[in-house]
Each structure stands twice: as C-alpha cells, then as structure tokens.
C-alpha cells in the first residue's frame, strides 16, 4: 500500500485556485508534521509548506506566503494544500512528505517518507 497519495492537481489558468490533498495511510498520523514540495522540470526539489501534528503552527517559503494554506484533518489522515492566485511559476509536480522530526520546515534532510506528486499546470 502506498503510504502518501497526493491528488487534486489540473490544469488552470492564471491567477486560479486549485486544492491539493494528501491522504496518508499512516496509523498515526497525528504523530507527524507535514509539508509539501515541489519540483518543477529542470529544477530542484523544493519546500512549499509545512505543517505541525495539531495544525496550529504552519511555515511557507516566500514564494507561496499569502498565496498558499496548509492544512490537515487528523480525523481524515489527510493534509491539504490550498493554491491561490497561481502563476506559471507555480508548475510543477507536488509531493507530499512526512517529517521524522518533531517539526516540519524546509529541509529535505527532514522527511523520510514522500508521495509519488501530482502534476499543476498554471497555464499564462
């Protein structure tokens, strides 16, 4: 069975809105801060969001602050990842990881388990 299983990711236009979710089949999920990266072709692996176990403390990179929401349902096992206002910048494959640490942020070091992604296109 696969661990962490991202879907909601399309095509949309400039400036739309898209809902990421990530449904872990994790027993104890409560038990792991979240984040999501993605990887756009040519580039590197890089941190979006992160999440802590209760859902009351969230961190984003610069590039997606006041754009992006993270979020989780401890009761769904599932994180999520609100997009607004999106660019074509914001193109790219989008995972879904859990933190082996007590906390989420950036590091990739951070996360021992990943999604396979789901795609987002931002059309210009």
């Known amino acids: 069975q696969v661990p962490l299983v991202e879907s909601g990711g399309g095509l949309v236009q400039t400036g739309g809105s898209l809902q990421l979710s990530c449904a872990a089949s994790l027993r104890t999920f409560s038990s792991y801060p979240m984040g999501w990266f993605r990887q756009a072709p040519g580039k590197e692996r890089e941190f979006v969001a992160s999440i802590n176990k209760s859902g009351g403390s969230t961190t984003y990179a610069d590039s997606v602050k006041g754009r992006f929401t993270i979020s989780r349902d401890n009761a769904k096992n599932t994180v999520y990842l609100e997009m607004n206002s999106l660019k074509p910048e914001d193109t790219a494959i989008y995972y879904c990881?859990?933190?082996?640490?007590?906390?989420?942020?950036?590091?990739?070091?951070?996360?021992?388990?990943w999604g396979q992604g789901t795609q987002v296109t931002v059309s210009s």
């Open positions: 990881a859990r933190s082996r640490l007590q906390y989420g942020g950036g590091p990739k070091t951070g996360y021992d388990m």
